[in-house]
T-cell receptor, first 119, second 116 residues
């Protein structure tokens, strides 16, 4: 089974609208972290936001927020007031603590969502 | 600019050859991670070093190896290259390592390897 699932290969959104990128994860660990990265066409990986498994509040960073639903194992990224510069690939990733014996410190990435913001 | 540097930016080589990719982490970061991004496999974690020692292994092939030097820079060695090794190779760094330390990983710009 995939550890990180991003079900939207591509999305088109009008500028200034809010957009939600879906991410579900699978882990047996109690301690883990969830990350979102942005990869523009230039190729670099840009860190956006982090949510820890024990964090009670949803993480926010500027226009980015993470809708964390632990029971559903879901960590959706919400971008408010989208801009043309938000067009990029977005990756959800997980780092497991390894308390179930299978974790490592490397990130496990989903396949990504290609977001295109239209004017 | 993440503060992580990788050289070279591009590398073109032939099957069967060996190449070395270099990474310098952000100042003060002790952990270095290597990732491979290919069309087939997506983004995959290869290996992690922490303060000179191997810390964790992911989906790294036996033909690949890495090391981290006393000045904390790291090198990824890829040998007996195959067409399928063509990919973007990222290095990332964090300050800490170990369970419970969920510092974000800062990625370098990557090295694009093309095997002909």
């Amino acid at each position: 089974a995939q550890k990180i699932t991003q079900t939207q290969p591509g999305m088109f959104v009008q500028e200034k609208e809010a957009v939600t990128l879906d991410c579900t994860y699978d882990t047996s660990d109690q301690s883990y972290g969830l990350f979102w990265y942005k990869q523009p066409s230039s190729g670099e990986m840009i860190f956006l936001i982090y949510q820890g498994s024990y964090d009670e509040q949803n993480a926010t960073e500027g226009r980015y927020s993470l809708n964390f639903q632990k029971a559903r194992k879901s960590a959706n990224l919400v971008i408010s007031a989208s801009q043309l510069g938000d067009s990029a690939m977005y990756f959800c990733a997980m780092r497991e603590d390894g308390d179930s014996g299978g974790g490592a410190d490397g990130l496990t990435f989903g396949k990504g969502t290609h977001l295109i913001i239209q004017p | 600019d993440s503060g992580v540097t990788q050289t070279p930016k591009h590398l073109i080589t032939a099957t069967g050859q060996r190449v070395t990719l270099r990474c310098s982490p952000r100042s003060g970061d002790l952990s270095v991670y290597w990732y491979q991004q290919s069309l087939d496999q997506g983004l995959q974690f290869l290996i992690q070093y922490y303060n000179g020692e191997e810390r964790a292994k992911g989906n790294i092939l036996e033909r690949f190896s890495a090391q981290q030097f006393p000045d904390l820079h790291s090198e990824l060695n890829l040998s007996s290259l195959e067409l399928g090794d063509s990919a973007l190779y990222f290095c990332a760094s964090t300050q800490e390592s170990g369970s419970g330390s969920y510092n974000e990983q800062f990625f370098g710009p990557g090295t694009r390897l093309t095997v002909l």
